[in-house]
């Protein structure tokens, strides 16, 4: 059970540069969230999925893009990376967004990004 | 606008005592609201959920309330073992435009000495 992974583990960046973070779900879930984690700033969820071929804005998307051509696979996209998007990045999925239930969200085991 | 204040940053407590974490959010009601705990360098894990209709929620040592009139969940966790150390977060539902705005609080770091 691989459950969210991401690929890479840990990258890093000249101001300037792009890159793609891969989230691969192997758990058939419809939703699918990238987060970015830095000290004293919480979990921030830069964009969301709720299926394939959909996507929308979180709290902080400015710079980020993603695509989710494939519903296990959610993309993100970092076209020209500045040193303010050194984080740490964690993708999630979950079942639905229902409060009828299946909204337990199950993270990877995050990206390490380091932009110099 | 809609917040969620976890409110405190960090929390100590001694071995074997109930440890209360807060969550309160502002202008908005959440239809339930999640704790997951996270752990250095790992993800967080989904710990309980609890709707809008449950006033209490078990698991084992692990207890939530969620208070609609105060805009307010407890999680308690009792008789707290050093390993529960952990930061722990939680994300009441953001209803309003797509379901799938899963938003969390800043977290609550929780140091349990022996």
């Known amino acids: 059970n691989a459950g969210v992974t991401q690929t890479p583990k840990f990258r890093v960046l000249k101001t300037g540069q792009s890159m793609t973070l891969l989230c691969a779900q192997d758990?058939?879930?419809?939703?699918m969230y990238w987060y970015r984690q830095d000290p004293g700033m919480g979990l921030r969820l830069i964009h969301y999925s709720v299926g394939e071929g959909t996507t929308a804005k979180g709290e902080v998307p400015d710079g980020y893009n993603v695509s989710r051509l494939k519903k296990q696979n959610f993309l993100l996209g970092l076209e020209s990376a500045a040193p303010s998007q050194t984080s740490v990045y964690f993708c999630?999925?979950?079942?639905?967004?229902?409060?009828?239930?299946?909204?337990?969200?199950?993270f990877g085991q995050g990206t390490r990004l380091t932009v110099v | 606008s809609q917040k969620i204040e976890q409110n405190s940053e960090a929390l100590n407590i001694q071995e074997g005592k109930t440890a209360t974490l807060t969550c309160n959010y502002t202008?908005?009601?959440?239809?339930?609201l999640q704790w997951y705990r996270q752990d250095p360098g790992r993800g967080p894990v989904f710990l309980l959920l609890?709707?809008?209709?449950?006033k209490e929620k078990r698991k084992e040592r692990l207890k939530v309330t969620f208070d609609t009139t105060l805009k307010q969940s407890l999680f308690h966790i009792t008789a707290s073992q050093p390993a529960d150390s952990a930061t722990y977060l939680c994300a009441p539902h953001r209803n309003g435009g797509s379901q799938g705005n899963l938003i969390f609080g800043k977290g609550t770091k929780l140091s349990v000495k022996p």
């Open positions: 609890i709707r809008e209709n449950e």
């Open positions: 202008n908005y009601s959440p239809a339930y």
């Open positions: 758990m058939n879930h419809e939703y």
């Open positions: 999630a999925s979950s079942r639905s967004g229902s409060p009828l239930g299946g909204t337990e969200a199950f």
